[in-house]
Nanobody
C-alpha cells in the first residue's frame, strides 16, 4: 500500500509564506502526476496546482505568481511553496497522487490546515 503524508501547514499572517510537503511511502509503486487541492469551509474541493512526472505544471488562476509546485522524484515528495498568502487562501490542503501499483489509482493525503489571518 501507499501512504501520502502532508506537513507544513499552520497559521500565518497575510503576506507571509508557508511550504507544504507531501511524502509518499510504501513499496513497488510509481508516481505519475501529483497535485495540491484545497477545501475551504462550505466550499467544494478545488485544484490549486498540479505537476506531471516530467515537471510540467499548471496552477489555478487565483494562485498564479504566488504559489510554486515542485517535486523530488528521488524522494517521492511533492512541495508547494506559498508566498504572499491571503486570507482567502485559508483552507485544508490535500495532496493527491496518481500512482501505479498494478493499475493507476488516485491517492489522497489526510490534509493539512492552512490559516491566513488578516
Amino acid at each position: 500500500q501507499v501512504q501520502l503524508v502532508e506537513s507544513g501547514g499552520g497559521l500565518v499572517q497575510a503576506g507571509g509564506s508557508l511550504r507544504l510537503s507531501c511524502a509518499a511511502s510504501g513499496s513497488g509503486f510509481r508516481i505519475n502526476a501529483m497535485g495540491w487541492y484545497r477545501q475551504a469551509p462550505g466550499k467544494q474541493r478545488e485544484l490549486v496546482a498540479a505537476i506531471t512526472s516530467g515537471g510540467r505544471t499548471n496552477y489555478a488562476d487565483s494562485v498564479k505568481g504566488r504559489f510554486t509546485i515542485s517535486r523530488d522524484n528521488a524522494k517521492n515528495t511533492l512541495y508547494l511553496q506559498m508566498n504572499s498568502l491571503k486570507p482567502e487562501d485559508t483552507a485544508v490542503y490535500y495532496c493527491n497522487a496518481n500512482i501505479l501499483i498494478i493499475v493507476f489509482s488516485d491517492y489522497w493525503g489526510q490534509g493539512t490546515q492552512v490559516t491566513v489571518s488578516s
